[in-house]
């Protein structure tokens, strides 16, 4: 499943990749495009799905989502261009039982034909001052070797059990449309932690990737792009913490907190609207709060867990 909004010169490419991989089904999410989008899916022969409008990211994939009914789905996105045998390596991983998303190893690209030396992400950790990020970012991209477990598969591209998909949606949600943007990724590895799915980093399921959003592309990015992630933290929060695991890390949260706030002051202004954008979204956040609370399998989440490098 790959998600294209007006990006058909990437999706040349990433369609090929990822057919040649020899997936059962194949489904181009079409985020009203008016480039050739359509076009690449027909020549190709690849089911498109498209929409009238365009969605965040969140939206996009959940339609993407009830659309497709394999077992396994691969996330993937136009300017993901996976290596071959990534079909066949993500699965194994998924062998476990317990598993229910692997997480590739993504190298940086800079364009379809360009790739870099560095690693784009090994995993996803969530820190103890709930910060999200990317394990390994930057760092060579041949560190980070051996498989091992992670707190999360980052959304760029990752492979989730369907039964495990299922399990995270509420209310036919599996990406929660109440938080758009950047973060719902994280938000939906916390949410299958703490129902007792696990996730599995897979260095020989490779994927290059174009990288729009990271610790490296912060300063470049607009100012709604990062008061969405700085607003979707807290969501998350709301959502899905639990208060022994809040006073456990209650010294790194708040020393974050002031030096957030005194950094937005300061520096970025513009993020101060990501508070009341927060408390607006905030009933919502509560709502799910209740389900995830209530289905909840798991006690004590491994906050800042990362594989060896």
């Not at 489904?27 to 409008?53: F, K, P, Q």
């Not at 939206?59 to 079909?87: C, H, I, K």
């Not at 009341?276 to 709502?287: D, F, H, Q, T």
Request: one cysteine or more; charged letters at 25%; proline letters at 6%.
């Amino acid at each position: 499943m790959i998600l294209c909004s007006d990006e058909a010169p990437l999706l040349a490419h990433s369609l090929p990749a990822a057919l040649a991989e020899g997936f059962d089904q194949a489904l181009v999410i079409d985020n009203a495009s008016s480039d050739g989008t359509a076009e690449l899916a027909r020549r190709h022969g690849v089911e498109r799905l498209s929409l009238e409008r365009r969605v965040p990211y969140n939206d996009a994939m959940n339609a993407g989502l009830r659309r497709l009914g394999a077992e396994a789905v691969a996330l993937l996105q136009a300017d993901t261009f996976v290596a071959p045998s990534y079909r066949e390596r993500s699965l194994a991983a998924l062998e476990d039982p317990a598993v229910g998303s692997v997480a590739p190893k993504l190298v940086r690209a800079l364009d379809p034909e360009t790739y870099l030396d560095d690693l784009d992400a090994a995993g996803m950790f969530i820190d103890p001052r709930r910060k999200n990020g990317l394990v390994g970012h930057g760092r060579p991209a041949s560190e980070y070797a051996r498989a091992a477990e992670v707190f999360g598969a980052d959304g760029a591209a990752a492979v989730w059990r369907r039964a495990a998909l299922e399990d995270c949606a509420i209310d036919g949600e599996i990406f929660d449309e109440n938080m758009p943007g950047w973060g719902c990724d994280a938000d939906l590895a916390w949410r299958a932690r703490l129902l007792g799915w696990k996730a599995r980093y897979a260095p020989a399921a490779t994927v290059h990737h174009i990288r729009t959003y990271s610790p490296t592309t912060r300063a470049h990015t607009s100012a709604l792009d990062r008061r969405t992630q700085f607003r979707n933290r807290y969501l998350m929060i709301a959502k899905n913490d639990s208060l022994p695991d809040l006073l456990r890390d209650a010294g790194p949260l708040l020393g974050y907190e002031l030096l957030a706030l005194g950094y937005a002051v300061l520096r970025e202004p513009e993020l101060l609207r990501g508070y009341a954008e927060a408390a607006r979204r905030l009933p919502g956040a509560l709502r799910r709060r209740r389900v995830i609370q209530a289905r909840r399998r798991v006690r004590g989440v491994p906050f800042g867990m990362e594989p060896p490098a």
